[in-house]
């Protein structure tokens, strides 16, 4: 049974760059339907992690799980194929079609895996109504017809939030989904989060600096520090621990080290 397994799991994980550590035998477990917030210092090894996890760089050492299963040597997109999906990432937005029209042909790439002709006229109306539905869940139905080239860059941010939506994923992952926002924009983002968040069926994590997103999203967050694994917790407690507080001045005490 799938239940039985975190959705998502890194056993020892460790990547090396020459002989520098940059993730240094990370085991971490994300439960389903949580959210986990990644924080540390600049250089901790953050983003190296995430790359770990989505596939963009494989582990020296260790194993990366999803459901139970090694996914350590798969490619990023027999990940993405297999649930792991990463914002931002996506290069595919056709700016001369319509924000309806991607998120159809996202939708419609999806279910082409498993597609079945005698119940093509269905599979149709089912895509639509996936694709509806998707829009929604992003508040971009009234903006459906729009063109992408037209949309405001925090609309094009959601639409690349629906677009991953559409794929389906069990884990989503962001990666300081604020940076390089508007003032005004950054609300809008955060409140899209914690509009996936309720689908319990959603894991998210997410790596990000302001410790106010953290606190208000959060349900646990891990301490990576000279790539490895320092804290975890619940967040209030990782927020108030001396290694975090001291981290986010730029400074760790010795024996975290
Ligand atoms: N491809 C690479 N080759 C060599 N070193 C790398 C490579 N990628 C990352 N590093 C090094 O690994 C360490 C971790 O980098 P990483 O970008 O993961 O940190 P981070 O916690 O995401 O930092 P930030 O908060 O500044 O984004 C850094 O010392 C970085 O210079």
Redesign the pocket.
């Known amino acids: 049974m799938t239940t039985e397994h975190p959705i998502l799991e890194t056993r020892d994980v460790t990547?090396r760059?020459?002989g520098?550590v940059?993730?240094d035998h990370v085991s971490c477990a994300f439960p389903r339907g949580t959210l986990t917030a990644?924080v540390?210092?600049?250089?901790?090894?953050?983003?190296?992690?995430?790359?770990l996890i989505s596939g963009q760089?494989k582990a020296t050492s260790g194993q990366v799980l999803l459901n139970g299963a090694d996914i350590t040597r798969a490619s990023v997109p027999e990940r993405t194929a297999r649930g792991i999906g990463r914002a931002f990432q996506l290069t595919n937005l056709f700016p001369s079609l319509s924000v309806r029209e991607n998120v159809r042909l996202v939708a419609q790439a999806k279910a082409g895996k498993g597609f079945d002709m005698f119940s093509m006229a269905d599979s149709h109306i089912e895509l639509i109504e996936r694709a509806e539905h998707v829009l929604a869940e992003v508040r971009l139905l009234d903006d459906g017809d729009r063109i992408v080239s037209a949309l405001s860059h925090g609309d094009q941010r959601k639409l690349e939030v629906a677009l991953l939506i559409a794929l389906g994923p069990q884990v989503l992952m962001f990666?300081?989904p604020t940076a390089g926002m508007s003032v005004d924009e950054v609300p809008v983002i955060l409140d899209l989060i914690r509009t996936l968040k309720q689908d319990m069926d959603r894991t998210i994590l997410l790596?990000e600096?302001k410790m106010d997103v953290i606190r208000s999203l959060a349900d646990r967050i891990i301490v990576?520090h000279n790539?490895a694994l320092v804290a975890e917790g619940e967040p209030a407690a990782v927020i108030a621990m001396p290694i975090v507080q001291e981290a986010y001045l730029g400074k760790v005490p010795e024996a975290a080290q």
């Open positions: 990547i760059f020459g520098h940059a993730v990644i540390g210092p600049n250089g901790a090894g953050k983003t190296t992690y995430f790359n760089l990666d300081e790596v600096h990576l790539g």
